[in-house]
């Protein structure tokens, strides 16, 4: 199933990224959220926010979700959220500033 827009095309790609920051924003939900039902419910919800959108999510970050929802369907509260900051951790981009010109960073040996 593909989700179009009102002229007819595919979603395009700002819909795509919204829809992994909304999996991100999700995970963090999940991460702060003491009702354990509600939390899978998020989950569940931007993971198919996602397909919804044809956004790509990483396997490693599907992998950790849907591993943390089984083991909050078993009530491992804390293996859950593991799995939900490293799926947050994929999802987050690490910025390393770079060096304004050649030479300002030295790597020591």
Known sequence: MTMTTELGGKAPRGLRATALEKLD???CAALRDSEVEHAR?????ALARCAAAEAVVPAQVRACVEAADDH???GECMEARTLLTVAHHLL?????P???RPGDVALGG
Not at 41 to 45: C, F, G
Not at 92 to 96: Q, R
């Open 25 to 27: 924003d999700a995970v």
């Open 41 to 45: 419910e998020v989950l569940s919800t």
């Open 72 to 74: 909050l369907g078993y």
């Open 92 to 96: 987050t981009p690490v910025h390393v």
């Open 98 to 100: 770079r060096p304004s």
